[in-house]
């Protein structure tokens, strides 16, 4: 290695230039990160919810999966318990029904009537839903069970915002 | 349904189906069991709330019926709101208490009356809380779709 001379003037230059950048660069870093930050945060599971139940555990029983999730009204924020039946169609594809009756919104039941075994039953005015939550003519209900998307992450299943169906 | 604005515009549309009264009694007293009259108050409150959101298409939860401890009036003032609402739509109605004095009054009054023990919620997780509660809202719901189901 060949012995390099530094000047005076090359080495306040290279000092100068080095703690200058520290400067710029602690002021310019938290600002990147600011703007950086909301993007980053909207990455992650968004709207959904998770839910204590396993993927691998839904099967094609319809099963009762309670989840909080908290609800902010004008005043005050509470935390919410949401409930979804969830289960595995003929096609292998994860359900998750909202249990909220479409007629008047009492909470429906899976199998809990004797006269219409497996379908959901809301014991407010009998209305029924077939399993996959189309509403059966006749009775009260007017729209099939709004449906939950559904996502899998590390195992577990996560719903979104339940969105309403068209009527049978 | 509550009584609440939006609740209410519900119900104008759909009143034909609604055709239960849920009143919680709720006790005011400034005396030494003031704690336990509170806590029964709470009580009831929470579970005719929770009961609610379970059956909302069908039963109208109506603020609750507050009365000072001792005086003789309150009986009176219950009928009234009783003969009103029957007056109305609704076929049924039922009282949810943690009072056991209205049990002497029992025979007096139209509607049923569901006498439930307080639970104190105060010092529990919440999880405890909400499992505590459901399970006796899951008793309660099972009277009433006994009571609908009578006609």
Redesign the interface.
Known sequence: MSKHRVSRRQFLNYTLTGVGGFMAAGMLMPMVRFAVDPMLKAEDAGDFIATPLKVADITAEPQKVNFSFTQKDAWYES?E?GTAWVFKNEAGEIVALSPV?K?????VDWNTDKKNPNMFF????YGLYEKDGTNVPGT?PLAPLDVYPTREKDGFLYVGKAEPRKGA | MKWMAADVE?YQK?AE??DTAVIPLMPVSFGDDMKQHATMAEFAGILTTQLE??????IFLMPGFVYFKGHEGSLEGLRNWENTLLDKQFKHVFYVTSDISWRQHEKGLGGSLLWLPSLSLDNLP?QQK?SLVDDQVKQL?SLF?EK?QEG
């Open positions: 935390e318990t009756c007629h008047l919104g009492c909470v809301c014991p407010c005015h009260p | 519900m759909a189906y609604v959101k379970q059956f909302r298409g069908r919440d909400v719901l779709t609908w």
